[in-house]
């Protein structure tokens, strides 16, 4: 019988190649059907949304069980100053246009730290590019994070924050996983959180990872990520 799944992605494409990535086979060897799909616009960030495909392996296809290449470590190159004005310009170029057509009452303060660009976003009316749990921001740093690296050797950081949306998300999740911790501990039965973004992922998991009492793992793909909080 063939092997089937179903991926989801922000585009067909990005779908597909997860899809792909997780079967391990390649394109000409799976069936493709795409089970949903949104049509595109330009302002799609601020109403994100998830494609599905479904890839079915074709007959007499084999899945080759891959052995884990061995990876050479890489000495980090520190990013050059001059490729980080370069960068800094590219993304001011952007968001010029960018926010000249979402509004008016939305600025940007931009600057360079520790081989990192940083942008804020501040206005009126700059929260509504947050989204649901932030994923219109996500969207947004990823676009600024690809303009950023274009033609460049060194990988270049991009962090994006929404006046103080990213502050004090982090102490709301910290408070959580606090709260939630001496839940587990008292009634020692595990909890999943709501899907969330590797970024809050990575906060729960970094708050909690010192814990005596419970221990912090992921389960689910894609946008069904999720942490699970579960007693030692």
Do not use: C, W
Request: no cysteine; charged share 40%; net charge positive.
């Amino acid at each position: 019988m063939s092997k089937s799944i179903i991926s989801e992605g922000r585009t067909s494409t990005e779908a597909i190649e997860k899809g792909l990535k997780q079967l391990k086979v390649t394109r000409n060897q799976v069936d493709i059907k795409i089970l949903e799909e949104k049509k595109k616009s330009f302002f799609n960030i601020l109403d994100p949304h998830t494609v599905k495909v479904e890839l079915t392996v074709k007959e007499n296809e084999k899945i080759e069980e891959k052995r884990p290449e061995k990876i050479e470590k890489k000495e980090k190159k520190s990013t050059d100053l001059n490729e980080l004005e370069d960068s800094k310009k590219e993304i001011e170029e952007f968001l010029n246009k960018f926010l000249k057509q979402v509004s008016e009452n939305i600025t940007y303060k931009i600057d360079i730290n520790d081989d990192a660009i940083q942008v804020v976003l501040e206005g009126e009316d700059s929260t509504k590019l947050i989204g649901y749990r932030g994923e219109a921001l996500n969207s947004i740093q990823v676009i600024l994070s690809t303009i950023a690296n274009k033609n460049k050797d060194s990988g270049i950081k991009v962090i994006l924050d929404i006046g103080t949306y990213k502050e004090a998300r982090k102490k709301t999740l910290e408070e959580l996983a606090v709260k939630i911790e001496k839940t587990v501990t008292r009634t020692g039965k595990s909890i999943t959180l709501e899907p969330m973004t590797a970024y809050e992922r990575k906060i729960i998991h970094t708050k909690l990872q010192e814990s005596k009492n419970v221990r912090t793992y992921s389960i689910g793909e894609n946008d069904n990520r999720r942490i699970v909080i579960a007693k030692k």
